[in-house]
């Protein structure tokens, strides 16, 4: 299930992480020099494989309209280390 958050508090990656275990994510950054810092305002929470599309979906829609976006997270299918995270960077051209 894809979950629309639009939250307005800045949050760090590690407090998402923790809030959203074994999800994937998107968060909106203000600037692109504050994408490395790992921290945003969270959009919205992908729970499973089954809403990933939905989540790419979003995020194509959110860099159309000119949003700095992170992709991040993990529905830790499998559980071996390093794999199915997805860290994406998304800018407009």
Same mark, same amino acid.
């Given at each position: 299930?894809?979950?629309?958050?639009?939250? !307005? $508090?800045? *949050?760090?990656?590690?407090?998402? =992480?923790?809030?959203?275990?074994?999800? !994937?994510?998107? %968060?909106?950054?203000?600037? %692109?020099?504050?994408? /490395?810092?790992?921290? #945003?305002?969270?959009?919205?929470?992908?729970?499973?494989?089954?809403? %990933?599309?939905?989540? /790419?979906? *979003? =995020?194509? =829609?959110?860099?159309?309209?000119? !949003? /700095?976006? $992170?992709? =991040?997270?993990? %529905?830790?299918?499998?559980?071996? $280390? #390093? $794999?199915?995270?997805?860290?994406?960077?998304?800018?407009?051209?």
């Amino acid at each position: 299930m894809l979950k629309i958050l639009n939250e !307005k $508090v800045l *949050k760090t990656d590690e407090e998402i =992480r923790t809030l959203y275990k074994d999800c !994937k994510y998107i %968060y909106l950054v203000d600037s %692109y020099e504050k994408a /490395i810092d790992d921290e #945003g305002y969270l959009y919205c929470v992908s729970t499973s494989n089954d809403s %990933y599309m939905e989540l /790419i979906d *979003k =995020r194509d =829609r959110l860099e159309h309209n000119g !949003k /700095i976006c $992170v992709l =991040r997270g993990s %529905y830790n299918n499998g559980g071996a $280390v #390093g $794999v199915q995270y997805d860290y994406t960077y998304c800018k407009s051209i």
